[in-house]
């Protein structure tokens, strides 16, 4: 005898949830590999700068504001995103998978933008070449995970998933041609 769904389990349109799990796993990893890369690339730098003590810094340095909030966007849209998803709501957590799913074209240009950079417009070799690149298609891979889970997570509210996604995506790249602009 074949065994009836549990209707306490299912969504408000009769489908089953789907689970988050996937995009909190994506999430996490793409953090971490960011995180690592960050840091590869402080380490790089500080390397640098010691076996050529002549050279100063190429351009004029960022306030620490700047820096600070270049971290802190991202970072506060990656907390309310699995802040988000986290909840009980349908529509927040199509809301939040939105959020994600706007989060990552960014992450996928980036990663693509910088790979090439490494591979192909780097004037001195790179001592962390390897973790670098490893970090870089971390960050690509992840990112195309959350777009997959966000895509089948965003079908229980549609309104709310492409609106959050939308705005998430327009915000970020706002900011990205604001901070390249002269």
Known sequence: MATLPNPASLDSNGNRPVPRHGIRIALGLALLAACTYWLL????????????PGAGVSTVPDPLWISILGVALPLALYVLSVW?????????????????????????????????????LSFYPEPYFLPMA??????????????????????????????AAVVTFVCLAICVAKGMSP
């Open 41 to 52: 690339t402080l380490i790089s730098d500080k390397q640098w700068h010691a076996h050529h």
């Open 134 to 163: 490893i970090s870089l298609l971390t960050i690509f891979a992840s990112s195309v995970w959350i777009v997959v889970s966000a895509f089948r997570i965003g079908k229980v509210n549609w309104g709310a998933f492409l609106v």
């Open 84 to 120: 988000l998803l986290s909840t009980r709501s349908e529509e927040l957590i199509a809301a939040g998978a939105g959020i994600a799913a706007g989060l990552s074209p960014s992450a996928m240009m980036f990663s693509v933008a910088t790979f090439v950079g490494l591979m192909f």
